[in-house]
């Protein structure tokens, strides 16, 4: 039987470039996000190619995780790969100047949310000692740049959660991964600038960035290996990024 695969933030960018990689790929869907239209439209393209369904919930609300997931038709509920996707950024302030309500956004969705989705699938791993967890971090989680503050404190969680993990989950059979890109060019900007075009279009100007269908492709290949095989930890940047700030512009 095919592998079914859980994707938190598959409406856009990296999540969905995961999900049209891996319905190519025959690879069960459970497409998860906020935005209920995009979520329609991305089932209605996938399903010519691969079963799918879809969840709509906001990671960062506990309840509407759990129910969401508990919601789940019977056929879908035995989850081999778990893509902890959704994430975000808020902002970009010092922490003197940083707003609370940026700094609580960024932790619930990127840490809280992380933590919730992973404790509702999980028991269902170890029950069967089997399961793949990814969880997409940053290249803010290996390293802190000026005015990310919050957001690289977010993404240290996450690289701190994976390992966590893999601990605790080893003797459950259960691998777990660590992604964690460097500049992606995606609507991530758009989001830290809160809609501001002009400051999102100029983060990926004068270089090539990574685009979704690169992280895509890592993703499919890590979850893909034999069984035996686990790469716990990848960062990958665009040839012209050699830091988080210092980027090839010529």
């Known amino acids: 039987m095919n592998k079914t695969a859980f994707i938190t933030g598959a409406t856009s960018g990296i999540g969905k470039a995961t999900a049209q990689l891996f319905a190519k790929n025959k690879i069960r869907l459970i497409l998860c996000g906020r935005r209920l239209e995009r979520l329609k439209q991305l089932k209605d393209e996938l399903s010519k190619l691969t079963e799918v369904t879809t969840l709509q919930f906001d990671v960062s609300k506990r309840e509407e995780v759990f129910t969401a997931i508990k919601s789940l038709p019977e056929n879908f509920k035995e989850i081999d790969i778990l893509i902890n996707n959704a994430g975000n950024a808020h902002g970009l302030s010092t922490i003197q100047e940083g707003s609370i309500d940026d700094w609580d956004a960024m932790l619930d969705i990127n840490v809280k949310g992380l933590l919730y989705v992973s404790k509702a699938i999980i028991p269902q791993m170890t029950l069967r000692n089997n399961g793949f967890i990814v969880n997409i971090g940053s290249i803010a989680a290996k390293d802190v740049y000026a005015n990310g503050n919050v957001y690289c404190a977010s ?42 075009k002009e400051k999102a279009k100029s983060v990926y100007t004068g270089y ?28 990958v940047y665009p040839t012209a990024q050699a830091t988080p700030t210092i980027l090839n512009r010529s």
């Open 208 to 235: 090539k960035a990574l685009q979704a269908n690169d992280i895509a492709d890592i993703i499919h290949f890590v979850v893909t290996r034999p069984y035996h095989v686990n790469i716990e930890d990848l960062v």
């Open 155 to 196: 993404k240290h969680a996450v690289d701190a959660l994976n390992k966590a993990m893999r601990i605790d989950l080893n003797k459950h059979n259960i691998r777990v991964s660590g992604i964690h890109p460097g500049a992606v060019e995606t609507e991530f900007s758009d989001v830290r600038f809160k809609g501001d």
